[in-house]
DNA sequence: TTTTCTACCTTACGTTTGTTAGATTATTAC
DNA sequence: GTAATAATCTAACAAACGTAAGGTAGAAAA
């Protein structure tokens, strides 16, 4: 198991504490996305890595110092997905075509990937303030990433002009993050989802003839 | 202060045992939005009521029951507030005003009227299953008023074919709480979100000659 | 005025919580 | 093979938790 590393944490471990620190992150991430920052004890996250509470304490210095990292590693790892997404399309693409793809790629990162972007859209605003304060950061840069997308596909004529973008960014990250919340992948077509979800951004729900 | 009452609440009580059963009822749902389920404590949810937290006791049987009053009542506020709104409209009105007024009011409960649908909207996902349960019937009723919304305005010809309408009122609903991340009512005006939540969704972001 | 009941307070309980310290086992270096 | 280090266990702590029981002040009823 492959351990995510956050930009800041540069520290050379053995093989082993590093896949010990890897199943103890997994599993508070899956488990504070189910039942909230409070709503996990160490003793839950410890049984789920196979190890008992104390031990937990040899990887991190505290409950909080587990839940930064996995913070940062969320918003870091969905980031990251969609700048290479986007820098990897031709100069040649549409703003719609941009935002379709960041869409599909942020919603991916949500449900694919991994539970660490999950667990910070659902436990960021219970997490307490030093913790919020500390992944404000990764939080400003991802959101400055969307909006240098949202105002390349403006400058191209794409966007109506009425359109706030700034609120409109926020509109955008919030919603796809609000799938969450009922969207159940095991379900539903994640690709499928991801055009609905494009196609009324873009496009919204009126017909033209009657709008 | 008047207290919010459940449908199934029909309890006479004394103004004063009323009067503090709000107390604490506002107390919590302001601080379960806050800080989730397992975030809050007894003790500061009677802290905030003017009295201690064995007296709580003498109101509620326990913090489930004082939890599954507050879901229940923040999703029939918001349910009774979009549903007089919408009866309220002319048989002329079109579907996209139709619409954008289920939005406003929407967004109105969320904000405005009390901390009881936010709470909602925030501890859901985190409260006990039995708990969860017990809102869920009137969380489907809500959807549904949304599905009729929505499936009035298709019959009548302003929603776009190749809108799915179960993902599209599931996606309203959704991006609409999602507000509650990121707003906030005091630095800007609740109208222009919602008029801007409402161009979104309605006519999207594109401009209509390169889209 | 006495009695009764309502709406609390006080205190305490058993449990769960995050955390620490020291003992113990597994792994690596020599 | 032995010593040293790394990784984990065990056991316990102080604090915080939801909850229960019995007491009390004031209002209402008699």
Do not use: C
């Not at 082993?16 to 992150?25: M, Q, T, V, Y």
């Not at 031709?90 to 719609?96: F, I, L, N, V």
């Not at 379709?100 to 307490?128: C, D």
């Amino acid at each position: 198991m492959k351990v995510m590393q956050t930009a800041q944490d540069t520290t050379k471990r053995s093989d082993k504490a590093d896949a010990s620190r890897g199943r103890i992150l997994n599993a508070a991430a899956r488990l504070f996305r189910d039942k909230g920052y409070a709503g996990v004890n160490l003793r839950d996250i410890a049984a789920k890595s196979g190890m008992q509470a104390g031990s937990l304490y040899y990887h991190f210095d505290s409950k909080e110092a587990i839940v930064t990292e996995i913070l940062d590693a969320g918003i870091e790892a969905v980031h990251r997905e969609v700048k290479t997404a986007i820098d990897a399309l031709p100069d040649s693409a549409s703003g719609a075509e941009m935002i379709q793809l960041a869409i599909l790629t942020h919603l991916r990162s949500l449900f694919e990937f991994n539970n660490y972007t999950s667990a910070n859209v659902r436990i960021y605003s219970q997490v307490p303030p030093q913790v919020r304060k500390a992944n404000l950061k990764a939080r400003k840069a991802y959101e400055s990433l969307w909006g240098k997308i949202l105002s390349r596909a403006a400058e191209l004529g794409y966007i109506r002009e009425s359109v706030d973008l700034k609120n409109a960014r926020l509109m955008i990250i919030s919603s796809m993050n609000a799938t969450l919340e009922w969207f159940d992948p095991r379900r539903g077509n994640l690709n499928e989802l991801a055009n609905d979800y494009a196609a009324v951004m873009l496009r919204g729900l009126l017909t033209k003839t009657r709008s």
